[in-house]
T-cell receptor, first 114, second 110 residues
Framework: DAEITQSPRHKITETGRQVTLACHQT?????MFWYRQDLGHGLRLIHY???????NKGEVSDGYSVSRSNTEDLPLTLESAASSQTSVYFC?????????????FGPGTRLTVT | KQEVTQIPAALSVPEGENLVLNCSFT??????LQWFRQDPGKGLTSLLL?????REQTSGRLNASLDKSSGRSTLYIAASQPGDSATYLC?????????FGAGTTVTVRA
């Protein structure tokens, strides 16, 4: 079955380190998204991509970067991790099906920055 | 910027009652609206998607309505069960991007 996976599922890192979170989908969806979820803020969009070599900043992109070298993967990099980036990170993907763009979410990565 | 408000923030009902979850959004130029369910510590599961041209969508005990011009959507869950306990998130879509409300946390008491 097609799916969307994230790794690692849990990560503890130190302030200042570079961290990369992986997202892989097997639906061949053009659109991919990264969100963070924090208590009191709901889900907020970090970066998104509409296809290979396309990346765009979302609402809370400072301190994060993405690259899209193929359809299946959109890795999220924290250039220099900060305690404020402790959060749960969700990856999602979507594509048009009969005029609908339904987003499907991965299981999430819980990141703790100490 | 799309702002999404969900009311109430929390809801506790006895088993068997019908649930009504409200969502309002500020930018009515949406393409779709999705309702999600999230269990504690888990990811998001898509429940229903309503296209902007539709007024409602049904799946089993779930029914979602959409009034795009007034920026409102309502999720109805009939005959609630303890397994319906979760947080429900509303997410209107603009330019393929979703904006989320803070959610309504539902507890169904056996």
């Amino acid at each position: 079955d097609a799916e969307i996976t994230q790794s690692p599922r849990h990560k503890i890192t130190e302030t200042g380190r570079q961290v990369t979170l992986a997202c892989h989908q097997t639906w061949n969806h053009n659109n991919m998204f990264w969100y963070r979820q924090d208590l009191g803020h709901g889900l907020r969009l970090i970066h998104y991509s509409y296809g290979v070599q396309d990346t765009n900043k979302g609402e809370v992109s400072d301190g994060y970067s993405v690259s899209r070298s193929n359809t299946e993967d959109l890795p999220l990099t924290l250039e220099s991790a900060a305690s404020s980036q402790t959060s749960v990170y969700f990856c999602a993907s979507s594509a048009e099906t009969r005029g609908r763009y339904e987003q499907y979410f991965g299981p999430g990565t819980r990141l703790t920055v100490t | 910027k799309q702002e999404v408000t969900q009311i109430p923030a929390a809801l506790s009902v006895p088993e068997g009652e019908n649930l009504v979850l409200n969502c309002s959004f500020t930018d009515s130029a949406i393409y779709n609206l999705q309702w999600f369910r999230q269990d504690p510590g888990k990811g998001l599961t898509s429940l229903l998607l309503i296209q902007s041209s539709q007024r409602e969508q049904t799946s089993g005990r779930l029914n979602a309505s959409l009034d795009k011009s007034s920026g409102r959507s309502t999720l109805y869950i009939a005959a609630s069960q303890p397994g319906d306990s979760a947080t429900y998130l509303c997410a209107p879509e603009n330019d393929y991007k979703l904006s989320f409300g803070a959610g309504t946390t539902v507890t169904v008491r056996a």
